[in-house]
């Protein structure tokens, strides 16, 4: 099956800097990346996604680049804001689930 | 409806006690999954509907555990003989389809087993 390894598991930042979070999967056969940001006793709720199709997608401050042969994609969040601190969750879909990294605690100090 | 709704939004119970768990999907959509949260945690896949039938159940962890969703939306999922480690929020999601993995999560229900 499927498996996801997520680093860093907490990442503390300054307000204005950039913020990567990086996964593995192990699944080639993988094809459907989403990135996942939980808010403290909140859902998850889906921020960007990627397709094996493609390497790179941006919307605003945030954007994901896969490396397929690598097998790992990364998060990036540029000028961060104390709002965007919370967990972070990779996931990658294969046989019609998601497998969910560890998650990534992100701390955005003003 | 609007969004994934799961019920009760809270539930603590006695070690031993049986547990039922509510989703109800978003409307139209066809794939609903559950997953378990435990603290500090990533979502842990259970198990995963296409309909009324279980597609994928190899994540639930032993046979306390059992889902089901009779009519294609509503599901629940019924844990008996609770233990400790039981303790976790329950999260469900759906999609309109299971080959895309574009799903939408409710706010989960926190099991507490005392």
């Known amino acids: 099956g499927e498996n996801v390894e997520q680093h860093p598991s907490t990442l503390s930042v300054q307000e204005g800097d950039s913020a990567v979070i990086k996964c593995t999967y192990s699944d080639s056969a993988s094809n459907y990346f989403p990135w996942y940001k939980q808010e403290l006793g909140k859902r998850p709720q889906l921020i960007i996604d990627?397709?094996?199709?493609?390497g790179e997608k941006k919307d605003q401050r945030i954007a994901v680049t896969l490396n397929k042969t690598a097998k790992h994609f990364s998060l990036h969040i540029t000028e961060t804001q104390p709002e965007d601190s919370a967990v972070y969750f990779c996931a990658a879909f294969l046989g019609g689930k998601l497998i969910f990294g560890q998650g990534t605690e992100l701390s955005v100090k003003p | 409806g609007a969004g994934v709704s799961q019920t009760p939004s809270n539930k603590v119970t006695e070690k031993g006690k049986y547990v039922e768990l509510r989703c109800d999907p978003i409307?139209?959509?066809?794939?609903l999954y559950w997953y378990r949260q435990s603290l500090g945690q990533g979502p842990e896949f259970l198990i995963y509907f296409q309909g009324t039938g279980a597609a994928d159940d190899s994540g639930l962890p032993n046979d306390r555990f059992f889902a089901v969703r009779p009519e294609g939306s509503v599901s629940t999922l019924k844990i008996q003989r609770t233990e400790r480690g039981d303790s976790a929020v329950y999260l469900c999601?759906?999609?309109?389809?299971?080959?895309?993995?574009?799903?939408?999560f409710g706010e989960g229900s926190r099991l507490t087993v005392l």
């Open positions: 999601a759906s999609s309109s389809t299971p080959y895309t993995g574009e799903l939408f």
């Open positions: 990627i397709r094996s199709n493609v």
């Open positions: 409307s139209g959509h066809t794939a």
